[in-house]
T-cell receptor, first 118, second 112 residues
Framework: NAGVTQTPKFQVLKTGQSMTLQCAQDMNHEYMSWYRQDPGMGLRLIHY???????DQGEVPNGYNVSRSTTEDFPLRLLSAAPSQTSVYFC?????????????????FGEGSRLTVL | SQELEQSPQSLIVQEGKNLTINCTSSKTLYGLYWYKQKYGEGLIFLMMLQKGGEEKSHEKITAKLDEKKQQSSLHITASQPSHAGIYLC????????????FGEGTQLTVNP
């Protein structure tokens, strides 16, 4: 199983450029999310989705857009990159181990995408 | 401020020593996750605790959630260099299992 696949693994952008970080999972998970990881800040939730066609904002959504047209894919778009968006980005997917409780089950993470904005 | 506080921030131990990492919340935790991350890699799920007083073990790693469900500890027995990495605790927020709040992580180094 591929699990959660993120592309690209590394990217360098200039300020103002746009790009999309791709995330795909082959586990038929309903829940998907994007985090960014910064030194001293831990992992912070950017956006998340509880199913195809449904997305919502996390802790740090500004500067990022997402869409969820299929169960498998959850791309993260940077419309106009800024140096403050230099970070490592992680996509995650999950399913509830208890079908009646959405808060159960583990998150499966991709290997991360390291983005540098100059 | 972080909703989850991890301590210590970093830890250096000699191979074979035991160690404990703590994760404290100001709010009652619905669920508490422990993950391990190696540099440049994704996060590997270790354990999830939900019930007050719950304790789970996997190989030489044991995690506990206190009765009040506000503090969790991760204990490694007889540490090995393979245990080195960043340990993160995460807590469930909201009504979706996708929404985890994470602590800042504990950097563990195990010297042979």
């Amino acid at each position: 199983n591929a699990g959660v696949t993120q592309t690209p693994k590394f990217q360098v952008l200039k300020t103002g450029q746009s790009m999309t970080l791709q995330c795909a999972q082959d586990m038929n998970h309903e829940y998907m999310s994007w985090y960014r990881q910064d030194p001293g800040m831990g992992l912070r939730l950017i956006h998340y989705s509880v199913g195809a066609g449904i997305t919502d904002q996390g802790e740090v959504p500004n500067g990022y857009n997402v869409s969820r047209s299929t169960t498998e894919d959850f791309p993260l778009r940077l419309l106009s990159a800024a140096p403050s968006q230099t970070s490592v980005y992680f996509c995650a997917s999950s399913y509830p181990s208890d079908p009646g409780d959405p808060n159960t089950g583990e998150l499966f993470f991709g290997e991360g995408s390291r983005l540098t904005v100059l | 401020s972080q909703e989850l506080e991890q301590s210590p921030q970093s830890l250096i131990v000699q191979e074979g020593k035991n160690l404990t990492i703590n994760c404290t919340s100001s709010k009652t935790l619905y669920g508490l996750y422990w993950y391990k991350q190696k540099y440049g890699e994704g996060l590997i799920f270790l354990m999830m605790l939900q019930k007050g007083g719950e304790e789970k073990s996997h190989e030489k790693i044991t995690a506990k959630l206190d009765e009040k469900k506000q503090q969790s500890s991760l204990h490694i027995t007889a540490s090995q260099p393979s245990h080195a990495g960043i340990y993160l605790c995460g807590a469930v927020r909201g009504t979706s299992g996708s929404r985890l709040t994470f602590g800042e992580g504990t950097q563990l180094t195990v010297n042979p």
